[in-house]
């Protein structure tokens, strides 16, 4: 079956402009998490999703990071304003319920000029 | 809170090679382990895992003990592959409610040569 896909796959911005990720997570997964991968590290938790709510978005950097997930499946992070220093690679990843083994798409590489 | 420490790469083997990823953690509670895989151009993937202490997680090859005394995740393989050149990543994540985050080491890059 389909896993989780993301797009775009890359994006390239200038600083200060706005930018939206989309996640499709696998179908029926109810659960959903943003992570954050800079070069040469592991990802990092960014927000957890548990349904329509952020259950956790305690990993959000900041206030200019925002994430929505309006109908339960479909995600999108949003980032405002963006800064160099938010270059990285934005990975999303689903799983059945919230204690079960996360499946993690491609990612999103985001490059902020 | 919750940390993995994992061996400093780059790894470089020759293949048919041994190989082993020595990871540790520190965290509260029970947590479980998990080693995650990233080919080149391609997103993470689990490759096992294990839940609780001396339980053994396998796939393709690879197999990983969960040590509770050591608080170690050591990652093996008799004999590597060109293919098996990838990022592996060490994680936990904490057991109970509430637990779902990951945390993840740093990766370790392993290249294997012909």
């Known amino acids: 079956g389909a896993g989780v896909s993301q797009t775009p796959s890359n994006k390239v911005t200038e600083k200060g402009k706005y930018v939206e990720l989309r996640c499709d997570p696998i179908?029926?997964?109810?659960?959903l998490y943003w992570y954050r991968q800079s070069l040469g590290q592991g990802p990092e938790f960014l927000i957890y999703?548990?349904?329509?709510?952020?259950?956790?978005d305690s990993g959000l950097p900041n206030d200019r990071f925002f994430a929505v997930r309006p109908e339960g499946s479909v995600s999108t992070l949003k980032i405002q304003r963006t800064e160099r220093g938010d270059s990285a690679v934005y990975l999303c990843?689903?799983?059945?319920?919230?204690?079960?083994?996360?499946?993690f798409g491609p990612g999103t590489r985001l490059l902020v000029l | 809170g919750n940390s993995v420490t994992q061996m400093e790469g780059p790894v470089t083997l020759s293949e048919e090679a041994f190989l082993t990823i020595n990871c540790t953690y520190t965290?509260?509670?029970?947590?479980?382990l998990f080693w995650y895989v990233q080919y080149p151009g391609e997103g993470l993937q689990l490759l096992l895992k294990?839940?609780?202490?001396?339980d053994k997680g396998s796939n393709k090859g690879f197999e990983a003990t969960y040590r509770k005394e050591t608080t170690s995740f050591l990652l093996e393989k008799g004999s590597v592959q060109v293919s098996d050149s990838a990022v592996y990543f060490c994680?936990?994540?904490?057991?109970?409610?509430?637990?779902?985050?990951?945390?993840f080491g740093k990766g370790t890059k392993l290249s294997v040569i012909p």
């Open positions: 999703f548990q349904g329509t709510g952020a259950a956790d």
């Open positions: 994680a936990l994540k904490n057991s109970g409610a509430g637990s779902y985050q990951l945390t």
């Open positions: 990843a689903s799983s059945p319920y919230e204690k079960e083994t996360q499946y």
């Open positions: 965290a509260t509670g029970y947590p479980s």
């Open positions: 179908s029926g997964h109810t659960a």
């Open positions: 294990a839940t609780k202490a001396d």
